[in-house]
């Protein structure tokens, strides 16, 4: 079956201690892309990549990282998570950079 | 600065009774505008991608058009299963493959 999946869907962490979300997708998509998505926000980009190591900034990168050392794989690293990074994330991809994307399940942070 | 402005917030329609949401956006040039439609607590789910000015495409009881400024998702007859936020997205023509999203609208139908 043709998904994205995340991991984990939860997950309460504290202020400070590194955490990784994970994202993967079978679908071999050149395009993948971390969202997070807050009340009366919407959805907001946070990094993308075009393809295995090019990466590149949304519009809300501050306080995370990401690498592509493999197609499939997109994974989100947050070094020192804050309270404002509490969130609904959700990673997706797309065949190429200007298609329809296909959504994971999204993976609810909390952050004490 | 891009900005992409969904109206209405949320909307209340009876089963049957026709409606559109409208998508309106500023970008320098638009490389594709996107319809996404989310359920509570799952993943947007795509529904169209329009490129240009003019372009319309259907799907079920869902119509998408789109001008220079602006789209409209037209829903007829709607069930109570189209129920949903429904959000859209631009991607400007530039270098960058960035996506901007609206805020969406929140869309219940009543049986």
């Known amino acids: 079956e043709a998904q994205v999946t995340q991991n984990p869907r939860y997950l309460i962490t504290v202020t400070g201690k590194k955490l990784t979300v994970t994202c993967s997708q079978n679908m071999n998509h050149e395009y993948m892309s971390w969202y997070r998505q807050d009340p009366g926000l919407g959805l907001r980009q946070i990094y993308y990549?075009?393809?295995?190591?090019?990466?590149d900034k949304g519009d809300v990168p501050e306080g995370y990282k990401v690498s592509r050392k493999e197609k499939r794989n997109f994974p989100l690293i947050l070094e020192s998570p804050s309270p404002n990074q509490t969130s609904l994330y959700f990673c997706?991809?797309?065949?190429?950079?200007?298609?329809?994307?296909?959504f994971g399940p999204g993976t609810r942070l909390t952050v004490t | 600065e891009d900005q992409v402005t969904q109206s209405p917030e949320a909307l209340r329609l009876q089963e049957g009774e026709s409606s559109s949401l409208n998508c309106s956006y500023t970008?320098?040039?638009?490389?594709?505008l996107f319809w996404y439609r989310q359920d509570p607590g799952k993943g947007p789910e795509f529904l169209f991608t329009?490129?240009?000015a003019g372009e319309e495409k259907e799907k079920e009881r869902l119509k998408a058009t789109l001008t220079k400024k602006e789209s409209f998702l037209h829903i007829t007859a709607p069930k109570p299963e189209d129920s949903a936020t429904y959000l859209c997205a631009v991607q400007e023509a530039s270098g960058t493959y960035k996506y901007i999203f609206g805020t969406g609208t929140r869309l219940k139908v009543l049986a």
């Open positions: 329009l490129y240009s």
């Open positions: 970008v320098s040039g638009l490389r594709g």
């Open positions: 997706a991809s797309s065949l190429r950079g200007d298609g329809e994307q296909y």
């Open positions: 990549s075009m393809n295995v190591e090019v990466t």
